[in-house]
């Protein structure tokens, strides 16, 4: 479990990284700046829970549960930081629909990470 999150936040903080370059550089002539900020958002909720999926997968040895909290975290990048991706690109309000269910995931990701710290054992 520990090697698959560990692959699944490289793998994000690898598009994170290129997303925001491209929101930086590619994007900038092409999308008002309301939308660019739409996007910078997106990358920027990436990028913290792209560290919260590293965290979780260092220690999901000590404790199983923090595997949940790094998937949910994973699910939340791909809901809310994707729907915001696509709508700052594309201009689709209905899009923004999607957006608070990533928000739900990444709290419930928090919520497993708390409950997964409480068990550990002091000393971990």
């Known amino acids: 479990m520990k090697r698959s999150l ?3 936040g490289s793998m ?3 598009f994170g990284v290129a997303l925001g370059a491209f929101g930086a550089h590619g994007l900038k002539q092409l ?3 309301e939308a660019l900020t739409v996007f910078e958002t997106g990358v920027r909720y990436h990028m ?3 560290f919260a999926i590293l965290a979780a997968a260092l220690l999901a040895e000590k404790q199983p549960k923090m595997a949940v909290a ?3 975290f994973g699910i939340g990048i791909i809901l809310f930081s994707g ?3 696509a709508l700052a690109v594309t201009g689709i309000r209905p899009l923004g629909m999607i957006t608070p ?3 739900v995931s990444f709290l419930a990701g928090w919520a497993f990470f708390f409950t997964a ?3 550990m054992q002091k000393g971990d």
Do not use: A, E, Q, V
Request: aromatic letters at 24%; charged letters at 10%.
């Open 117 to 119: 710290s409480f068990k």
């Open 101 to 103: 269910f990533g928000g």
């Open 70 to 72: 790094g998937r949910l």
């Open 12 to 14: 994000f903080g690898f």
């Open 31 to 33: 999308i008002p700046p």
């Open 83 to 85: 729907s915001l991706y």
């Open 48 to 50: 913290y829970h792209t």
């Open 6 to 8: 560990l692959m699944l």
